[in-house]
């Protein structure tokens, strides 16, 4: 009979060519398990996504209390529900108040996916400035306002229409043009070493940015 390992080789796809191959049966807090009691301290928290600690019981509590009334319905704004209705009026509540609504998706790939989309969509223009060494994700778009070639040449063509800029260069503004629909930007550029805005970078002036016209 094969192995974990083997089949783990066989039957899935892996994102490199040297996965870490470290079998985990279990999660508690901060910890990662083997299945013969390995014990790993978890420095990634899937990404972020279990920042709260694994199997941490107020998740698993509301988790278990959703799936009792119902786990998947429709998610494009069809069917009122009352966790996303109170979700989004939670998140706009800490936005600026022009800022007052929610599209929920799956993954940041998707929701800068809906960025670009959004941008061409309202202002007619199809222009697009991103930052050198910038990472927004593995979609197809997300990748095309990558600041690296080093992932994404295998799949160019990518999309047309985007400049890079230096990050930390205020002479990156003089990139935007009446073409431009949209600047997408990393606050901080976390897969490139975390690197952070300084001499305010990103409080941009109303003098020093260009007069585009309006959409």
């Known amino acids: 009979m094969s192995s974990k390992r083997q089949m783990f080789l066989h039957h899935l796809g892996q994102t490199s060519s040297d996965p870490m191959m470290v079998e985990i049966k279990k999660a508690e807090g901060v910890y990662l398990y083997g299945p013969d009691g390995e014990k790993y301290l978890d420095l990634i928290s899937g990404v972020s996504v279990s920042n709260t600690g694994h199997a941490n019981r107020s998740v698993i509590e509301a988790v278990r209390t959703q799936a009792e009334n119902y786990m998947h319905l429709m998610v494009y704004g069809e069917f009122i529900q009352s966790p996303q209705i109170d979700y989004s009026t939670m998140l706009t509540s800490l936005l600026p108040e022009s800022l007052d609504s929610v599209y929920f998706v799956n993954s940041g790939s998707e929701a800068v996916e809906g960025a670009l989309k959004l941008a061409r969509r309202t202002t007619g223009r199809s222009g697009i400035v991103t930052f050198e060494n910038a990472y927004h994700g593995s979609t197809f778009g997300a990748m095309s306002v990558q600041g690296s070639d080093l992932f994404t040449g295998a799949f160019s063509p990518l999309l047309p229409g985007v400049t890079r800029a230096k990050f930390n260069d ?40 260009p007069r585009l016209p309006p959409f």
């Open 170 to 209: 205020h002479g990156a503004v003089n990139l935007i043009t009446e073409e431009t629909a949209c600047v997408i930007v990393e606050p901080i550029q976390a897969e490139a070493g975390i690197i952070l805005p300084v001499n305010d970078f990103l409080k941009l002036s109303g003098r020093d940015a």
